[in-house]
């Protein structure tokens, strides 16, 4: 094999394995299709369909700024809760959250996301309100983690992390209001 070869493998190699990546993990007996919203200059993702109780991964680009919502089997198309991302944002990680500003009554779409590896930080809740979550526009939610590779649970069955007691800062401590 060529040396050029070589190098092309390994490139591509290196490229497949740092694909970003959500794995959506179905808590309940509802089917449901996860449409994306790419930020103006983003690629367009196809929905996702995620069964009922089923893990589904989708792959996203490289440097994909967006979110996603969830729409129950049977309903309407209408946003609710987001799952909103940036991957290879500044200085390379990835940031996210769990929004509640479009609809904070949505509790049966996303609930919580964290990184596939560390499970910390988290955003979102288990159970809805809750302290974790994006609720107005200046809030101070947005986690941060060095990997490319997301959970996001779906519906109203207990979180694969019940029971951890993961502490989000209060938005008066970032501020210095203590």
Known sequence: MKFAQVLSLLSSAALAAAANTVTFVSLDDTD??????????????????????DNVTAEIPDGWIGNWYSISAGQPNVPGMLGEVAFQGWNGFTYFDVSA??????????????????????????????????????????KVTPETDLVCTLGSGASPLSGRNDKSVKRDFVLGKF
């Open 101 to 142: 500003i479009v609809e904070p009554n949505d509790h049966d779409g996303v609930k919580e996301m964290y990184p596939l590896e560390a499970q910390t930080p988290t955003s979102g809740c288990e159970e809805f309100p809750c302290d974790n979550a994006y609720y107005v526009w200046d809030d101070v939610q947005t």
């Open 32 to 53: 449901r299709t996860i449409y994306f919203t790419p930020n103006a200059g983003r690629e367009e993702i196809d929905s996702v369909k995620v069964a009922a109780g």
